[in-house]
Structures are given as structure tokens and as C-alpha cells.
């Protein structure tokens, strides 16, 4: 309670607003910064949505994304910074510089791996998304909803519960995101756009990394990779291969998957995911990233071959697998 009431205050005595989400943003992400940008905008506060990495394409298609910017330093003019969906301030990229110049932070997000790096941190991993959380913010802010806004909300609570399969799913987001929907969000329109606009590329790289593909700990531990070789060779970068990692997690022995995509050579994000009892975020924790006990991903940084640096990885997850069965 007191933790809403100083956001709430820290919002109103705000004119210029920066809300800022994740580098690398999924639908979450760019959902939350939109809808709260919108939602802030319709109480007369300047907001400039932005995040500090390129959006991957198909996002273009919701309204008002295109007003996402990347950092730049006129933004220190700024009252107050909200970040959202992000566990810390590497996760900000160029935001960064905007909080050690003394901005007022407020960091809104429910990875339970966050470090609570603003003036004030409304943090809870009881929430299925960050974009469930801005809902509820602008609900008790009283701000009027129309179609885009709703549609835009609904986007983050629909992606990061993966359409409502994931265990964060209780009663209240089907309240929510129902909510959403009466209020003109269009559930067929985020799934054509997010499920069913997929490049024959993405097929491509599938099949190069299904070739890949290593099954171990008697099934229960799936891996595959891609190097930046073979981004290139389809135009593609690692921005547009997102969630090969889930469908490494639905093969039915399975219960942790990693995929790993070479970004540049010398650096690979690995995702993480897992089904039934595997913490994920301690493995993302011990190798310097976060994110929730089912999803969780960090950024590796070696020199070498890519497989030779997940080896490390491999090996750290095949012991702790191995110790949570005993
Ligand atoms: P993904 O594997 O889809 O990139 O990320 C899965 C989850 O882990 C997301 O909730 C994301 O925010 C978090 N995550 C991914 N990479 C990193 C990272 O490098 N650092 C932190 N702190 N969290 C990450
Ligand atoms: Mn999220």
C-alpha cells in the first residue's frame, strides 16, 4: 500500500515522463511501455515511450510503436524515469546514464530476480506480467481505457503467459485480460500478429537447429544453438528467432531447455525455460543474468567457439538437474 501511494505521488507531481523498458524487448515489454505511455498520456503527463534496443518487426503492426525511441541524452530533461519488465539496470541499456545524472526512478516489474534499483519499486513475481501490473495501475489511476489501449495491454498479459498456458495463470488474468477485451482489445488480432506471421527464414533457421539439437539427463534436458553464420545466411538476426527455446521445452521427456543465438561473434544470449520444478533464475543468476523460475536468460561473453562456451553451461545445468532428483 505504501508502495503504490509514494508511485502514485512520484507520478503526480511528474510533467516530463521517460517510461523505458528492457534491451532485447518482448511482447511484455513493449506492451508495458505502450499501454503505460498511453495510460499517463490520457492524464495530460508528456511521456516519451522508450526502449533502448530495435524492435523486432512484427511488433510495427500494434498502434503507436513506432514512438518508441532509443536512448539520447536530450531525455535528461526529464522529471522522472519508470522502468518496466526490467530485473536491473544492465537490462536498460543507455537508460542507464539517465540514473546516475539523478533521475527519480520508479521500477514496476515482476521478475523475482529484480535488485530494486529505483527510488521506488513496486516488484512482485505474483503478477503474470509486467503489462498485468500497468492494469492495475491505471486502473487506480482512473484512466479511461479505449480499443488501442486495450489492445495494447493485453498484448503483454497474452504473450508472457504464453495465451494462457503458463503456471502464473490464476483467475485474475483471465479477469483482466476479459476486462481488456470488453474494453475493444482483440485477442485474434495478438495472435495472427504474434503466433501466425512467422517468416519461412525462421523455418530455416528451425531446421538448422533442430540438427543441432542434443537431448540428455535421460530426456529431461534439451539443447541446441545457432551461430551468427547461420543468421546471416538467412538475413535473419537473433532479434527475429525468439522462441525456438519453448519448443525445445514441449518435447514430452523434457523438463529444462537452452538455446543459445550468437548475436555477434563473441557474445550468445542463452534462454532458458523449464516445465515442472527446474529454477531456471538460478542458473540465469549464476551466470550474471534473471528472470522467473520457468524462463530466465542471460547474455554469454567468450572467446572461441560458441559450443565450446555453453559446454560450461551444459555441464552446470546436468549437475543441477541431477542433485534436484536425489
Ligand atoms: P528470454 O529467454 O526470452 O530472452 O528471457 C526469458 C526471461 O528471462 C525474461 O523474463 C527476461 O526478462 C529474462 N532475461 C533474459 N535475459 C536476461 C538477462 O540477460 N538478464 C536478466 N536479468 N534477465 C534476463
Ligand atoms: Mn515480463
Redesign the pocket.
Known amino acids: 500500500m505504501r508502495t503504490m501511494n509514494s508511485l502514485m505521488s512520484e507520478i503526480e507531481q511528474a510533467k516530463k515522463i521517460v517510461v523505458c523498458g528492457?534491451i532485447?524487448p518482448?511482447g511484455d515489454c513493449i506492451s508495458s511501455v505502450m499501454s503505460l505511455s498511453l495510460g499517463l498520456e490520457k492524464l495530460g503527463k508528456k511521456v516519451t515511450p522508450a526502449i533502448d534496443w530495435e524492435i523486432p518487426s512484427k511488433f510495427y503492426e500494434f498502434p503507436h510503436v513506432d514512438k518508441i525511441i532509443p536512448y539520447s541524452e536530450e531525455l535528461q530533461l526529464s522529471d522522472l524515469l519508470i522502468v518496466v519488465?526490467a530485473?536491473?539496470p544492465?537490462?536498460i541499456g543507455g537508460f542507464q546514464s539517465l540514473m546516475k545524472s539523478g533521475i527519480r526512478t520508479i521500477v514496476i516489474d515482476h521478475?523475482k530476480?529484480n535488485t530494486y534499483f529505483g527510488n521506488v519499486c513496486w516488484v512482485d513475481p505474483k503478477y503474470s506480467s509486467t503489462a498485468q501490473m500497468v492494469y492495475h495501475l491505471l486502473k487506480l489511476l482512473d484512466v479511461n481505457y479505449d480499443e488501442e489501449l486495450a489492445l495494447l495491454n493485453y498484448l503483454g498479459i497474452a504473450t508472457d503467459t504464453g495465451f494462457f498456458r503458463y503456471s502464473s495463470v490464476d483467475a485474475s488474468v483471465f479477469e483482466d485480460a476479459a476486462d481488456l477485451v470488453r474494453q475493444g482489445a482483440r485477442p485474434d488480432v495478438v495472435s495472427r500478429i504474434i503466433l501466425d506471421s512467422r517468416r519461412i527464414e525462421e523455418f530455416y533457421l528451425e531446421r538448422e537447429a533442430l540438427a543441432k539439437l542434443k537431448l540428455c539427463c535421460d530426456g529431461k534436458f534439451a539443447y541446441s544453438y545457432l551461430e551468427k553464420e547461420s543468421f546471416d545466411k538467412y538475413g535473419m538476426t537473433t532479434n527475429d528467432f525468439?522462441g525456438f527455446?519453448g519448443e525445445l521445452r514441449s518435447i514430452n521427456t523434457v523438463e529444462v531447455a537452452m538455446f543459445a543465438s550468437e548475436a555477434s561473434k563473441g557474445e550468445a544470449?542463452v534462454?532458458?525455460r523449464s516445465k515442472c520444478y527446474f529454477d531456471v533464475s538460478e542458473v540465469?543468476l549464476a551466470f550474471g543474468?534473471?528472470?522467473?523460475e520457468r524462463?530466465?536468460?542471460?547474455?554469454l561473453k567468450y572467446e572461441g567457439e560458441l559450443l565450446k562456451a555453453i559446454k560450461e553451461v551444459i555441464e552446470f545445468i546436468e549437475e543441477r538437474l541431477r542433485d534436484s532428483e536425489n
Open positions: 528492457h532485447m518482448d519488465d530485473s536491473s544492465d537490462r521478475h530476480t525468439i527455446v544470449h534462454s532458458l540465469a543474468g534473471g528472470g522467473h524462463a530466465a536468460g542471460f547474455t
